[in-house]
C-alpha cells in the first residue's frame, strides 16, 4: 500500500489524480501518528514534526469516483472544484485568506478519497484549520459558479486526453472496468458533466460531507494538544448524519470475465505497453494488497529475474509492476517502454512472464528480505516530510480507518514467499486482463496478429 499520490503534484489547480501506485507506507520507527475521535465522528490525525515551522492541514471526505451512479461521472471532482468557489459566495474569498495565511491551498479527488489542504507557517496553523472547517460546513453553490467552474474541469479532462500516454491509460481502465466505470471514472466527461445540476451537488453534500464520513489530518510543527483543541472549536460544531454508506452501500464491482485488448496508433517513438488486472479489495483483505506491494517491489528490483528476463535482454527499455490500493477493488499495472521494431517480440516476452509468474522463478527469501528493507527507508524518507506525509495519512485512512497507515508496517513484515506466489496466482496468471498498446500507426497491424492469442476481442482507438 505505497503512497497514491505525490504531493508535489497538488500544487496544480484542483488536479484529479491518476492512480498508477498504492496508497500508504508504514510509520517510521520514530514517529508517532496521534488519533482522536470528535463527538461529531470526524477522526482527528496528528503526525507532529518540528523540522521546519510549517504545517500541513488536510479535510478528507470518503467520497470520490466510488459513489458516482452512472451518468454522474466526473461529479465528485466538479465538486471538489465548487466548493472552494462557494466559500462566502465569492469565487476569490478562499484564495484571499489562504494568502492572509501564507498558504499554499488546494484539493485532490481520486477513486475514494477528496481532499482539502492548506500548508502555512506554523503560527498559522490553528488559524487554517478554521478555515478548512468553515470551507466544508458553509457551501453557497449557486448557477453561476456551476456555469463558470464545469468548463474548468473540463478543460482539464481535454488537456490529459492530449496526452497519448494518458488517453491509453483512460480507455485501458475503462475496458478493465466495464460496468462498473462510473465507479472508477474520476474525471468524467463531456457528456457527464453536462447534466450534473445545483440540486445533485447538494445532495452529494449532505450525504458524504459529514463529520463521522471525514477526517482532519495535520502534519507538522504544532503539538497535537493544540490540534484537538482546535479541531473541536472549529469542526465541534458540524452535526452528524447518517452514515452514507449504510444508506447508499457501494456497489460490487462487476467481474471481468474475458481478457480484451486496445491499439492506439500515434506518431510517436516509442512504444508504451500496459497489461491491467483487477487485484483484491483493501478493505476486505488483510493479507493480499501487502503481499501485491511486495510482488512488485521484488519484481521492480534492478536485478530480479524480471528485470533480467524483459529490460536486462534488451526487448524492453522499461518494464515496471505497481498496484493501486483501494477500499473497493484496486488495479495492477505493467507498464512497459520498448522501440518500435521490438514491439511484438516485448509484448509476446511480457505476457510470457505475467501467464508464469506464479511460480516466482528466481525468487528468494533473500529478494523479500531486500524488497520488505527497501520499503522500510522509503517510510522513513517519507515521514520526514510532513508535506508528503499528510495525504498519505488521508489516503489509508479512507480505506482502512484512522490505524490503517500503523498497521501498514507489521502487515508487509508478515508476508512469506508463499503469499506473494499465492496472489500471483490469484490476481495475475490465472485472471483475464486488458493489454493496451501505444505505438507508430504502421506496426499496429502486426501488433494486432501478434495479440490475437492473447486477447478475444481487439479494440482500434481513434
Not at 496528528?46 to 521546519?52: D, F, G, I, L, Q
Not at 492572509?100 to 500548508?119: I, K, Q
Not at 459529514?210 to 477526517?215: D, G, H, I
Not at 528476463?309 to 518494464?319: D, I, N, P, T
Request: glycine residues 6%; hydrophobic residues 45%.
Amino acid at each position: 500500500m505505497k503512497k497514491l499520490l505525490r504531493w508535489t503534484a497538488l500544487m496544480t489547480a484542483a488536479c484529479v489524480l491518476p492512480a498508477t501506485r498504492a496508497v500508504a507506507q508504514g510509520a517510521p520507527a520514530d514517529s508517532t501518528v496521534h488519533r482522536t475521535t470528535l463527538d461529531n465522528g470526524l477522526q482527528v490525525i496528528v503526525a507532529e514534526n518540528h523540522s521546519v515551522p510549517i504545517v500541513t492541514v488536510l479535510i478528507a471526505v470518503r467520497n470520490g469516483a466510488m459513489t458516482q451512479d452512472s451518468g454522474d461521472e466526473g461529479m465528485a471532482h466538479l465538486y471538489e472544484h465548487l466548493l472552494f468557489r462557494s466559500y462566502k459566495g465569492d469565487p476569490d474569498a478562499f484564495a484571499l485568506e489562504a494568502s492572509d495565511l501564507d498558504a499554499d491551498w488546494n484539493g485532490t479527488t481520486a477513486e475514494e478519497v477528496v481532499t482539502y489542504y492548506l500548508s502555512p507557517p506554523s503560527k498559522n496553523a490553528v488559524k487554517a484549520i478554521a478555515l478548512l472547517a468553515r470551507l466544508v460546513e458553509r457551501p453557497r453553490f449557486n448557477a453561476h459558479d456551476l456555469k463558470d467552474e464545469r468548463p474548468v474541469v473540463l478543460n482539464e479532462l481535454q488537456r490529459d486526453e492530449a496526452d497519448p500516454e494518458q488517453a491509453l491509460e483512460r480507455q485501458a481502465s475503462r475496458m478493465l472496468w466495464g460496468a462498473s466505470w462510473s465507479r472508477k471514472d474520476v474525471g468524467g466527461d463531456s457528456a457527464s458533466l453536462k447534466h450534473i445540476d445545483i440540486p445533485r451537488l447538494q445532495a452529494a453534500y449532505g450525504e458524504y460531507y459529514v463529520p463521522n464520513n471525514a477526517a482532519l489530518v495535520v502534519t507538522g510543527d504544532i503539538s497535537t494538544s493544540d490540534v484537538f483543541a482546535a479541531a473541536r472549536e472549529q469542526f465541534g460544531p458540524w452535526t452528524r448524519a447518517p452514515d452514507p454508506f449504510v444508506q447508499r452501500p457501494v456497489p460490487a464491482v462487476v467481474p471481468l470475465t474475458v481478457s480484451g485488448a486496445l491499439l492506439m496508433g500515434k506518431p510517436v517513438t516509442h512504444v508504451l505497453i500496459l497489461v491491467k488486472y483487477r487485484g483484491p479489495s483493501a478493505g476486505q483483505d488483510t493479507i493480499s494488497p501487502y503481499a501485491l506491494d511486495l510482488l512488485c517491489d521484488v519484481l521492480n528490483e534492478h536485478g530480479s529475474a524480471f528485470q533480467r528476463h524483459l529490460a536486462g535482454s534488451g526487448v524492453f527499455q522499461s518494464v515496471e509492476c505497481g498496484y493501486e490500493t483501494l477500499a473497493h477493488v484496486g488495479p495492477i499495472t505493467f507498464r512497459g517502454v520498448t522501440a518500435p521494431e521490438r514491439a511484438s517480440q516485448a509484448m509476446t516476452a511480457l505476457l510470457h512472464e505475467l501467464d508464469g509468474l506464479a511460480t516466482m522463478e528466481g525468487v528468494t527469501d533473500e529478494d523479500l528480505a531486500i524488497a520488505k528493507k527497501r520499503q522500510r527507508v522509503a517510510s522513513e524518507l517519507e515521514g520526514e516530510s510532513s508535506y508528503a506525509l499528510a495525504p498519505v495519512l488521508a489516503e489509508s485512512w479512507s480505506i482502512g480507518g484512522g490505524e490503517a497507515y500503523e498497521i501498514y508496517e507489521r502487515r508487509v513484515v508478515a508476508q512469506r514467499l508463499v503469499d506473494l506466489k499465492d496472489v500471483a496466482t490469484l490476481f495475475v496468471s490465472a485472471q483475464p486482463r486488458i493489454i493496451a498498446v501505444l505505438a507508430p500507426p504502421e506496426i499496429i497491424p502486426n501488433l494486432q496478429v501478434a495479440l490475437r492469442p492473447a486477447a478475444r476481442s481487439i479494440e482500434r482507438a481513434p
